[in-house]
């Protein structure tokens, strides 16, 4: 055991924890030494939160005033786990201590002082729907015609002003860069905002990036509050770092000015929330930020296997922008992870679906396996097959397919072309246009389920509302191209070309993406030449997946705990912090991962990688990499995989190669008849894996093999 100097005259041989017993040497060198500035990279799987949580029961063995230590998460469910974990060690609460999220550390500092600022100490919190509300009402009261133009909607509006604040940018660059459409409405947007903010005054009440901004503003221009309570907080400790944006990093720069103990724990490797104005600058430039910085590594992984760590360590180490470390494993060694090229979307969702199978065969339970992707409507094609398979699975970082609101828009817009009588069809598409309420959508629905066909409606002398006449001018547009058309893809396309785009563009902040669930979804409906029929297998897939307490998911007996036992799904943002026994990546294709827009962006690229970082670093014992090498539906199009992962070195993979045939493996079918129109797809034993190195891979010959 590594020897350590102790900064202070604690001895531990009365302390009643065994510090050197119970953490390992990296881990204890940061809570012995962990005095003064002091950054932890603390790399995936190696222990963060045991670090920091025997930092503070070792801080308080040594008689530090809970009250002086600040423990600074980024979610309540982490600060309850630590203080619990600190309960544990020491057979008591630790009464006093501050802990908590940014946000509800800077409420409680404003339920204290924020008379200083103005406020009373009864201020009230506006949520996200009320936020979004009280915009609603400054256009309104601004008198700005939102219905010449489509107008962003008041959450998008909320959005802007808010990635504003926490980046600590302008307006106008904001907009430029993130927002360009709107770029010529910009002093519309800081009219808003200013109105916005004095409406906020004046009712007493603060948004949560108000709470950050003001308690900024109270530490900054407020000396008095300031000297009190960096004197109390003797002790910080920060949590996910890299996460941090420049408000939160100013806040502790200011509460730590006088003792400047404070110790931060994060991995650059795994900042992945820029869209959320989290500044990787935080973390890079702490060492510049606080003089005589201390910098500890933890490296040792108890999470995935060598195999998988080689892979991870030999991605990231092509960022040039960071802190170079390396993982070891503690694991013993298991296989490679596995490649895994397809000819299409649809091989490669057949492919993990099977495997999926075969792993819960095996013995292994479904919710210890994840399907991750860059993209939600990467894993359209995947969810397709699930549900032909009946395999139970649970989304992550969203709505499932079906359930997502832009899918039911579309599905609203068919099911008027299948049946113009359709009311709740008809209320749901009016509801979408501008100047059309409740009131408006019920009257004019009314008119149309009285008229007979779609021909009939679109030409009859229906009372339109004044307000709502350029909308129903663009939908009725719309539905005379659909009376004409019976394709159900065709039809989607129709739909999502048409100013169902403006919509998606002016109330979602993600309507690219949203615009390539509609293209997925379009491409599924390839496969249906009857719109009934397409509309009747939508409809049946409604409840898919959540499976009832009183019902066993396919192939468990009664007695197994059937309902939670489901595949995950999931974004790889929303997979950060969680692990799995197998990880499957998919959809790996330059464009998509990384994606084309990343390419544009000062530091996407850097940041897409580390994303595929974070992917990787999930699995412990079993990772598969798939792609498919054609795409398109009208043209066939080859597709590049990602450059993640050319940029690997050989030797680290096994190539999986996926044969065409007419055998079923196990009795599981690939598909059912007429849901693919290619030939049949079977796996002689899950593909032929071949002992060598990754491939420098040729489209053509791939193409060729599959």
């Known amino acids: 055991m590594k020897e350590f100097i102790l900064q202070d005259n604690f001895d531990l041989s009365q302390a009643s924890i065994d510090y050197q017993k119970e953490l390992n040497p990296e881990q204890l060198n940061v809570v012995l030494n962990g005095n003064g500035a002091c950054l932890v990279l603390a790399g995936a799987g190696s222990g963060k939160t045991r670090t920091i949580t025997y930092r503070v029961a070792y801080l308080l063995e040594r008689g530090v005033s809970p009250e002086s230590i600040l423990l600074v998460t980024f979610t309540n469910k982490a600060a309850k786990e630590m203080l619990s974990r600190v309960e544990g060690l020491l057979c008591r609460y630790p009464t006093g201590l501050w802990g908590g999220t940014f946000h509800s550390i800077a409420n409680r500092l404003l339920r204290m002082y924020g008379s200083q600022l103005g406020y009373t100490n009864h201020f009230t919190i506006l949520d996200q729907e009320d936020a979004k509300s009280l915009i609603k009402v400054c256009i309104k009261a601004l008198d700005i015609d939102t219905t010449s133009r489509r107008f962003p909607s008041p959450a998008k509006v909320h959005a802007m002003i808010s990635y504003a604040q926490n980046s600590g940018k302008g307006m106008s660059d904001v907009i430029q860069n993130r927002y360009p459409s709107f770029l010529e409405i910009v002093p519309v947007i800081e009219r808003i905002a200013e109105l916005y903010a004095d409406r906020k005054r004046q009712a007493d009440s603060m948004d949560f990036d108000d709470l950050l901004l003001k308690l900024r503003e109270l530490l900054y221009h407020h000396e008095g509050v300031r000297q009190k309570l960096a004197h109390q907080f003797e002790y910080i400790l920060v949590d996910e770092y890299q996460d941090t944006n420049v408000v939160q990093a100013q806040i502790i720069r200011q509460l730590a000015s006088e003792h400047e103990n404070v110790l931060v724990v994060g991995d650059d490797a795994q900042s992945i929330y820029s869209f959320r104005a989290a500044e990787i600058r935080n973390i890079l430039g702490f060492p510049q930020t606080y003089a005589d910085t201390k910098t500890f590594h933890l490296t040792t992984n108890y999470r995935s296997s060598p195999e998988i760590l080689a892979v991870a360590n030999s991605s990231i180490i092509q960022n040039k922008d960071q802190f170079k470390k390396e993982l070891i494993a503690v694991r013993r060694s298991l296989e490679r992870p596995s490649l895994v090229p397809s000819s299409n979307a649809s091989q490669e969702a057949q492919f993990i679906a099977q495997k999926i199978l075969v792993l819960r065969d095996e013995g292994m339970p479904l919710c210890e396996i994840a399907v991750l992707f860059r993209a939600a409507y990467h894993a359209q094609t995947l969810e397709f097959e699930l549900m032909k398979r009946d395999i139970p699975y649970e989304y992550r970082g969203g709505l499932k397919f079906f359930e997502r609101a832009h ?232 597709s590049q995989p990602s450059m993640f992962l050319q940029e690997l070195p050989e030797g680290l993979f096994e190539e999986v190669k996926l044969r065409k045939g007419v055998e079923r493996y196990k009795g599981y079918k690939s598909f059912e008849e007429g849901w693919d129109d290619g030939p049949t797809i079977v796996f002689d034993d899950l593909g032929e894996r071949e002992q060598k190195p990754m491939p420098k891979i040729s489209f053509l010959r791939d193409i060729d093999e599959l």
């Open 407 to 638: 899918v039911k828009d579309i599905v609203s817009h068919l099911r008027i072309r299948q049946n113009p009588k359709d009311e709740v069809a008809w209320m749901r598409i009016l509801g979408l246009l501008n100047g059309v309420g409740l009131a408006s959508a019920e009257t004019m629905a009314s008119q149309f389920t009285d008229d007979g066909s779609l021909e009939e409606i679109l030409n009859g002398n229906q009372k339109i509302p004044k307000r709502a006449q350029v909308g129903w001018e663009g939908l009725r547009k719309t539905l005379e191209k659909m009376a004409h058309e019976e394709a159900p893809a065709e039809l989607i396309r129709m739909v999502t070309a048409g100013d169902y785009r403006d919509y998606l563009e002016t109330e979602y902040l993600d309507f690219m993406d949203r615009l390539e669930d509609l293209e997925q979804f379009a491409l599924f409906a390839e496969g249906y030449t009857s719109l009934q029929t397409f509309l009747d297998e939508v409809s049946l897939t409604g409840d898919y997946g959540f499976i009832k307490s009183n019902e066993v998911a396919p192939g468990f007996s009664p007695g197994e705990a059937a309902q939670e036992d489901r595949l995950i799904l999931s974004t790889i943002h929303q997979a950060k912090g969680l692990e799995w026994d197998a990880v499957f990546v998919m959809h790996l294709v330059d464009g998509k991962f990384p994606i084309g827009a990343a390419l544009d962006e000062d530091g996407g690229l850097e940041e897409e990688r580390r994303l595929f970082y974070v992917a990787t670093t999930r699995a412990r014992k079993e990772l598969f990499f798939t792609y498919p090498i054609t795409s398109g539906y009208d043209t066939l199009m080859l």
